[in-house]
Structures are given as C-alpha cells and as structure tokens.
C-alpha cells in the first residue's frame, strides 16, 4: 500500500467509533481477498495457533518481569490474536467478535452470582467457595450433555501440568480428593518408594510410569499448598539459569572452561552461587 492509500486508509479507521472497531477493520482489511496480505490471506484456525501459544507466554513473561510497556505491547499481540480468529469465523459463518464478547460477558455473570444475582447481598464472599461452586455448575451441564465423563472436558492437547491440574481440580469438584497437605505428603513418599523399585530392576517403562505417578503427585501437593505448579516451576527454572550463568562467569573470569572443570569444584562453585542469590524466605 503506497503512502496515499495508507493516509486515505487512516482516515477512514478514525471515523470508527472504538479502537477494537478499528483493529476488526484492520483485520479485515488484511484479510481482503484483494487487497489484503498476501501472508494473512493464507492464514487458517489452525495456522496460527502456534503463534497464539507463543503470545500467551511472551505476556507471561513481561508480567513476571513487570515491563508496563512490555505488558501493553504483548497483550495487543495476544488480542489481535484474538481478533484474527474472530475474523475467520466471520468469514466462514460460524460466529462474530460480539458473539464472543457475549458469551464471555454471560459466562462471567453466571460464574458470579455473588456480584451480579439481585439477591447478592445474601452471599458471604469470604464463605462461598466459588471456584467449587463454578466447577459443580460445570459438572451439572456436562452430565446434561452427551460428555460420559467429567474428564472429557479437560482438553487433551493442553500442557501436561496444566491439564494436570484441571484434571485434578475435576476429581475434587465431585468429592475425590485428599483432605489435607500432609495426606500429599505420605502418598508422595509412597511414590518415591515405587520410584526406587522400578529403578532397582532397571525398568524403564516402569521408571518411566512411577516416576509420571510422582511428578502427578507433586502437583496434586502444589494444589493442595494452593502454588501454581506451572509458575513455581518457571521460577524454580529462571533460579537455577541465574546460579549457573553466576558459576560460568566466575570462572570466566578465572580463565577456565566449564567443561574442563573437576566436578567437586563446580559443587563448591554452586555453593557460593546459591550463597549470592539466596533464596526468598522471609
């Protein structure tokens, strides 16, 4: 598009009355069979998930960082994510960006009753369990519908420890669940019982399985500790990068390669990283 039509394009996306209307517009002119991009004509459901996973961490990432300006940048990334596949049900009939803004805004009202029920005043917000109550709600529909279990509305396809959780969260919502903390804990050393017996025979698919068992358990404890396993993980990932980049730079300094060094040197190196960048307990 040369400058003219870009100026005269410009023009027009200032006449529409909100900035969403402006990105649907946007998204629809590069959609445009004729005098759309080439690159996102192509596009389909399927094409850009990849890129929609890879905005959805690029957010978490600036948030876990606290970059306002990354923040903002990020989330218009993820939106327009958003927006693009509204555009391509739009064009196939299936459903609009309002559908969706609708469905949502219904959802929202009826996840809350304590905020939007005209009898709200009679809910007890520090009582009411309302994430169990969201998920019994759930459970009800889905034995209204032709779902033969409560798990087949975990998606398969989701990362393995957060389908981990809503697989775990759905167990508890119908009453099968631990009580406590400790209860975790005495099933998580039973797990490493089974873990070592599978290693003692040096069986791997039954390492493999036992040791699968474990991480399930873990993760089951995080809930029950109220820690998103997911972001305890990333810090405890991000935690160990910092300690072995401060390792490779002391001895970049003593002139050493890392490979080359002797393994009780490195341990006492380690030490001294975890000494520099202690671990937040108050």
Not at 113 to 136: G, L, M, T
Request: glycine share 2%.
């Amino acid at each position: 598009m040369d400058r003219k039509n870009t100026s005269q394009y410009s023009r027009e996306l200032s006449s529409v009355k909100t900035s969403l209307e402006s990105l649907l517009q946007v998204v629809r002119r590069l959609r445009d069979p004729t005098h759309g991009c080439d690159w996102d004509k192509k596009q389909s459901f399927q094409s850009i998930v990849s890129y929609t996973i890879e905005e959805a961490y690029e957010v978490v990432d600036a948030i876990e960082n606290f970059d306002p300006v990354k923040i903002k940048d990020e989330l218009g990334d993820l939106l327009f994510q958003i927006v693009f596949y509204s555009i391509l049900a739009e064009e196939n009939r299936l459903f609009n960006f309002d559908e969706i803004v609708q469905t949502i805004s219904e959802k929202m009202i009826e996840r809350h009753p304590h905020v939007f029920a005209q009898n709200h005043a009679d809910y007890d917000r520090q009582s009411v369990d309302i994430e169990k109550k969201w998920e019994q709600t759930k459970n009800r529909k889905l034995r209204l519908s032709s779902k033969n279990s409560l798990m087949d509305d975990v998606p398969i396809n989701l990362p393995a420890i957060l389908r981990t959780q809503k697989l775990q969260k759905k167990a508890a919502s119908v009453g099968f669940d631990w009580h406590n903390p400790k209860e975790v804990m005495a099933k998580l050393f039973e797990e490493i019982d089974e873990l070592e017996e599978a290693i003692a025979i040096n069986d791997h698919q039954f390492i493999e399985e036992e040791f699968g068992d474990l991480l399930f358990t873990c993760i089951n404890l995080s809930r029950h500790l109220n820690v998103n396993a997911e972001s305890a993980l990333r810090k405890a990932n991000n935690k160990f990068q910092q300690r072995f980049s401060y390792m490779e730079q002391l001895l970049i300094e003593q002139g050493k390669v890392i490979e080359n060094v002797e393994r009780h040197i490195l341990e006492a190196l380690w030490v001294e990283a975890k000494k520099q960048f202690k671990k937040t307990i108050p």
